[in-house]
């Protein structure tokens, strides 16, 4: 009987860890940002839109700039969502125990 939970135990301790591994991880994506530089940047190109004096130039960096932020947003509500799912919890109560922060490139 030793030798049988002490194997489900350690099968149980490797689970676990797997599990927490893949927690560490969906938390670090909900983390994810555009490089501070990019942010600033794409905060500047919006303000220019909004004025209307963008380059054809500017238009394309602030639409690839857009695109990175939109995904990068996408991925982290699909990994908020996994939590989400993992805790059995509300989404309010998983976003303020990970430190979830919106972000001002619309996430």
């Not at 489900?8 to 940002?33: C, D, K, P």
């Not at 919006?46 to 004025?51: F, T």
């Not at 990068?72 to 993992?86: I, K, Q």
């Amino acid at each position: 009987e030793l030798r049988e939970f002490t194997q489900q135990f350690m099968e149980w301790q490797e689970q676990n860890g797997v599990q927490m591994e893949e927690e560490t991880a969906l938390i670090q994506a909900t983390q994810a940002r555009l490089p501070a530089a990019d942010e600033r940047r794409l905060k500047r190109l919006i303000a220019k839109s909004e004025r209307g004096t963008l380059t054809p130039k500017e238009l394309d960096e602030y639409r690839a700039l857009a695109q990175q932020a939109e995904q990068l947003n996408v991925t982290r509500m699909e990994a908020l969502a996994e939590l989400v799912r993992r805790w059995g919890k509300p989404a309010p109560t998983v976003m303020q125990k990970i430190g979830w922060e919106g972000g001002d490139n619309g996430a």
